[in-house]
């Protein structure tokens, strides 16, 4: 793959990707290929939360780091609801085959942490709601 021309990496979720020690290997070895193909990227880190010590683990990583808070109230969107649902998994799917039904012929969007997830819900919406999804996964592969 030519990344001749690569001058940007987003992450979003990106205290997720510190938070895990096993990411951070991945995150080095995608520093450290860039590196070695004289690529200096500007990296994009989007996170809800930051806490004191994902800012030291991207600090640390990333370098020359510019934090740009946003206020609460910024991040709400008119016409756009946040759904939180703390139930187990048998109970959440049913939950989301529920909502889409209730609300007909919408766009959503579920965040997983797998792919793996991500493909068994849509799988699951299919088989046993009779409902379509489509995922957008990616990964550092």
């Given at each position: 793959?030519?990344?001749?021309?690569?001058?940007?990496?987003?992450?979003?979720?990106?205290?997720?990707?510190?938070?895990?020690?096993t990411n951070l290997v991945s995150f080095d070895s995608l520093?450290?290929?860039?590196?070695?193909?004289?690529?200096q990227p500007q990296f994009v880190l989007f996170s809800a939360?930051?806490?004191?010590?994902?800012?030291?683990?991207?600090?640390?990583?990333?370098?020359?780091?510019?934090?740009?808070?946003?206020?609460?109230?910024?991040?709400?969107?008119?016409?756009?609801?946040?759904?939180?649902?703390?139930?187990?998994?048998?109970?959440?799917?049913?939950?989301?085959?529920?909502?889409?039904?209730?609300?007909?012929?919408?766009?959503?969007?579920?965040?997983?942490?797998?792919?793996?997830?991500?493909?068994?819900?849509?799988?699951?919406?299919?088989?046993?709601?009779?409902?379509?999804?489509?995922?957008?996964?990616?990964?550092?592969?």
């Amino acid at each position: 793959m030519d990344l001749s021309a690569l001058k940007m990496v987003v992450f979003d979720e990106a205290d997720e990707l510190l938070l895990q020690d096993t990411n951070l290997v991945s995150f080095d070895s995608l520093n450290k290929y860039l590196k070695t193909q004289n690529l200096q990227p500007q990296f994009v880190l989007f996170s809800a939360t930051y806490t004191p010590d994902i800012i030291e683990r991207a600090q640390a990583y990333v370098g020359n780091l510019k934090i740009f808070p946003l206020k609460k109230e910024a991040l709400k969107l008119k016409g756009v609801k946040n759904l939180k649902i703390a139930q187990s998994e048998k109970e959440k799917m049913q939950f989301v085959a529920d909502l889409q039904k209730e609300l007909g012929r919408t766009m959503s969007m579920i965040f997983v942490n797998t792919k793996k997830s991500a493909t068994a819900i849509q799988e699951r919406l299919k088989k046993e709601f009779a409902i379509e999804a489509k995922i957008l996964i990616g990964g550092m592969e």
